[in-house]
């Protein structure tokens, strides 16, 4: 065959095919390039969020994709398979970043992140805080099934200035942030996460968040299905990034978890991909003190319950914090202490009292070369 016959030949089937796809409406799935996730985590001197030439790479970061986990090598360089949502870096003791900790995954991307003598101490106060359910005070009775005796929205930011007062080097939120995102449109939970970014924009430290269970948007709103824009983890993960991940400061090891749950009324087992991931940050961090955080308690985690605690005991995990009960709780969970806090909204903003007594508020965290100590400390107005 000639070549103009061959080149009429090819013309003629990329003809066809596309006659075919005219028809048919039926595109054929792209072959990723991507078949792993690469990059470099470097120490950003310049604090720009670029890898400048005189900017080197950081031996043994922690960077995962949501189920495998890795170390970067001398150069800085880590690659993990192209897997799962996001890709994620756990930031070293000392260290802030300049870029996003996370990332979307989408083949590479390199993480920046720079050195601050000043953090890298072991003596330092954290806050540990949960259940705002932030809402309009007229928007309680019909999201929450209580009448507001309390303005939530005002209580809130007098709580903010309040945890200012107290200069914590960062603060956690176990979740639960907005009011009733189960029930909600996925319009309204936009309107209660923006309240509460809003309110928290005036703290003048870190925020670490945690997801809730009334986080998981629409999944109790027969008008809302798994296919609509916002249902789920959406609105959060696209807001906060990862549902679980980890980071050190002085000798500890900070975990957040996504605790098991399906719907606020059903949880259900945690996802294999939690359990590998949590199993391998553990081990790469058995020489550190570690604290644990979630949301609910880990006895209503259904069958999952016994399987992490044996991981926590495992590692001799020293301590866990959560919240969902309101109530202001200190147990032992085979040999290791689990804190519940009550909840910065009451009594459900009925009013600004825990259904313990205890006003609304939050726990601060002392952490000292001997060792943590607790106490809750609740805000009135």
Known sequence: MGLKAKRDKKILCLALFSIFIFISGVIPPAISDHQTINGIVFEDLNQDGEKDADEVGILGIEVSNGGDVTTTNESGEYELPNEGKFVFICTPSGYTPTTPWYSKADGERDFGIYYDPAKDTDNFTFVHMTDVHICKKDECLEALGSSARVDPEEYFGIVIEDINSTDPAFVIDTGDMIAEGNTATAQKAREWFDMYDETVSDLTTPLYHTFGNHELVGTDNEKMSPADEGYGKEIYEERYGPTYYSFDYGMYHFVILDAPHETPSATVNMPEEQINWLRRDLSLNEDRKIL?????????????????????????????????????????????????????CGNWWSNKETPYGSPGGYRIIVVTEGGISTSYRGVAS
């Open 292 to 344: 644990v955080f979630y949301h609910e308690p880990l006895s209503e985690w259904g069958r999952s319950s016994s399987e992490v605690l044996d991981l926590l005991r495992e590692y001799d995990v020293d301590g866990l914090f959560c919240g969902h009960t309101h109530h202001d709780v200190l147990t032992n969970l085979g040999g290791i202490p689990e804190q519940q806090t009550g909840a910065v």
